[in-house]
């Protein structure tokens, strides 16, 4: 979906010009009592019944009168109905954080007993709910090395939920959703994609083949590094089952302050990827050309393992890439590198109006074992780059000095 005929900022302009109406308008009617064009801020714990029948109907399901704030809000409800309309999902449910998303997805779908397959590069929380905490509900994960064959062995041999993040966290690998998503129907087995690095700006999961779409709203999706937020978007039964689980639940609610910041955000979404994205694949082809970096991780680059599947899947390349120092002593080089940095800035997170830079081996990565952290093709002098809205000029001279100083420490 990324035709190779046409100039990469062309492909991006129609991108952007397909969604950016959802964008500002989508799950935003004008209020109806009050006449304000931006969804108001509903802050009540309760919601008051019109008459006992409304009461009763409501609590059947029969009709929309809101009840309790953890069950549904307002300003909430105007965010999911712009996130659906965003992933072409019947519907989507906001949660409290991505990880909440995570969480509520994968419960939602799989029972003690059933087995879940996950790509061993992913976002490390994530690995870690996978890893670490499901067990003890009974739900069990192989972590493959996230080729379409490695998932199909694993649904084969039973597994009842397959797990995707696409492009992965922080190596850029590109999974096939259609083909893995195809073997897991054959099967009976779900598919969630994490789709919080391709935002809905790349990728459409759900036209794919993917049963529920999890994101961590965090990120660029709210766009300026205020808010933690999460979505789950998919087949209305599905989303009514893990809406139930993680938010009505376990209570993991998105407060409509958040909800609201979230929806702002959105409006300009599709501009600020645009932007982002268009950098993101300046600043890849600049440093696949530079000696000092080793190796450059963009699914744009044609030498990347992913870039032909990218390009039959994704509507752009993402924001997001990584690159490996060339040389010794990567780790002090790397923090050399960091600490060089006078644009960008060091930090967690991603997909913030400033570029931000990682080291996963030392900081994201770090509570991994180092044998499953090279394994996952994660190495020592490994750096993220989540491109922000600076100019494309200013971040390639950035990069170059900071390059410069890393060089000289050697
Ligand atoms: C940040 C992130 C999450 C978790 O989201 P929070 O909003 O921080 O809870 C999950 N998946 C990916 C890929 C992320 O980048």
Known sequence: ????????????????????????????????????????????????????????????GENDAYIYGRWENP???????????????????ATASGMAAVT??????????DHVVAPRSMYAEAARLLRERLPAFGVTTTFVASTTADYAAAIAQGAKVA????????????????????????????????????????????????DLVVHSMTKAMSGHGDVIAGAIAGRKDLVAAARDLVVKGIGAVLAPMSAWLVLRGLRTFALRQEHACRTAFGIAKILAEDPRV???????LASHPGHTIARGAMHAYG?????????????RRGAVFLESLRTMTHAVS????????????????STMAEETRHLAGIADGLLRISVGLESLDDLVADVRFALAASEKQT
């Open 75 to 93: 300003t909430v409800r105007a965010l999911e109905e712009k996130i659906a309309a965003l992933e072409g999902a019947d519907d989507a449910c």
């Open 350 to 365: 991603l997909g913030d109006t400033r570029t931000l830079v990682v080291h996963p081996a030392s900081t994201t990565h």
């Open 319 to 331: 924001s997001l890439l990584s690159f490996e120092l060339a040389g010794t002593d990567a780790v």
């Open 294 to 300: 080793a190796k450059v991780h963009h699914p744009s």
């Open 163 to 210: 797990y995707l993040e696409t492009p992965q966290n922080p190596t850029l690998g590109i999974l096939n959703i259609a083909a893995i998503a195809a073997v897991a129907k054959a099967h009976g087995a779900s598919v969630i994609v994490d789709g919080t690095f391709a935002t809905p700006f790349c990728q459409s999961p759900i036209a794919l083949g993917a």
């Open 104 to 113: 509520g997805a994968v419960m939602s779908l799989a029972r003690a007993g």
């Open 1 to 60: 979906m990324i035709p190779e005929d046409v100039p990469y900022e062309a492909t991006l302009a129609k991108r952007r010009e397909a969604i950016t109406t959802i964008c500002v308008h989508a799950g935003e009617p004008k209020d109806p009592s009050t006449g304000a064009l931006d969804v108001p801020i509903v802050m009540s714990s309760a919601f008051g019944f019109a008459s006992a029948s409304e009461a009763a109907g409501a609590f059947r």
